[in-house]
């Protein structure tokens, strides 16, 4: 896997993360762990499309396997 793919990977994760959390603000819910885990799996259930669901579950397990903190050095 080339570092462009790892990028774009990683860049799909923050946008999805930033999209959770911009969601909980409008909502003026809590912006926690917990909610942002809750609201991702939302997205789920919102999407049809099988590919976008692996990569929402695939941000899933990386935000928790990180704690939250996944980056990438560049």
């Given at each position: 896997?080339?570092?462009?793919t790892?990028?774009?990977?990683?860049?799909?994760r923050q946008?999805?993360i930033?999209?959770?959390?911009?969601?909980?603000?409008?909502?003026?819910?809590?912006?926690s762990?917990e909610?942002?885990?809750?609201?991702?799996e939302?997205?789920?259930?919102?999407?049809d499309?099988?590919?976008?669901q692996?990569?929402?579950?695939?941000?899933?397990?990386?935000?928790?396997a990180?704690?939250?903190?996944?980056?990438?050095?560049r």
């Open positions: 896997m080339s570092i462009e790892l990028k774009f990977m990683q860049d799909e946008r999805l930033g999209k959770s959390v911009c969601r909980l603000n409008t909502l003026g819910e809590d912006i762990r909610n942002i885990i809750k609201t991702l939302d997205l789920i259930s919102e999407t499309d099988s590919s976008q692996r990569v929402i579950q695939d941000t899933i397990t990386a935000f928790i990180t704690n939250g903190k996944f980056t990438l050095a």
